[in-house]
């Protein structure tokens, strides 16, 4: 099994940044791909972002594409999300996730969550 905790959420005004942290811990040895994930009130789970933890490879919804920026570090294990230019519409929980395969099986259907932090972005 693999443990994610995400932290770095919180409140922020709109045109602010904020930098969420994935920390992995378990049996690491096979995630193969990390991204964020997030839920607004009464609307789906939707991906945000992933990186191959292999090749470094990104990938980014259209909604966040130039604002967003994930990375990680594999000493620590642990996956960061880069947030910019925030508006109220990134207002949600965002959910930081883990897959055994990679990215493209992982943006729809990840092996681990974490348990969730709450970003919210005033206007």
């Known amino acids: 099994q693999v443990q994610l905790v995400e932290s770095g959420g919180g409140l922020v005004q709109t045109g602010g940044s904020l930098r969420l942290s994935c920390a992995a811990s378990?049996?690491?040895?096979?995630?193969?791909?990390m991204g964020w994930f997030r839920q607004a009130p009464r609307k789906e789970r939707v991906f945000v972002a992933g990186?191959?933890?292999?090749?470094?490879?990104?990938w980014y919804a259209d909604s966040v594409k130039g604002r967003f920026a994930i990375s990680k570090d594999n000493a620590k294990t642990t996956a960061y999300l880069q947030m910019d230019s925030l508006n109220p519409e990134d207002t949600s929980v965002y959910y930081c996730a883990a897959g055994r395969s990679i990215v493209a099986r992982m943006r729809t259907r990840p092996d681990y969550w974490g348990q969730g932090t709450q970003v919210t972005v005033s206007s």
């Open positions: 990186i191959s933890w292999s090749s470094g490879g990104t």
């Open positions: 378990g049996r690491t040895f096979s995630i193969d791909s």
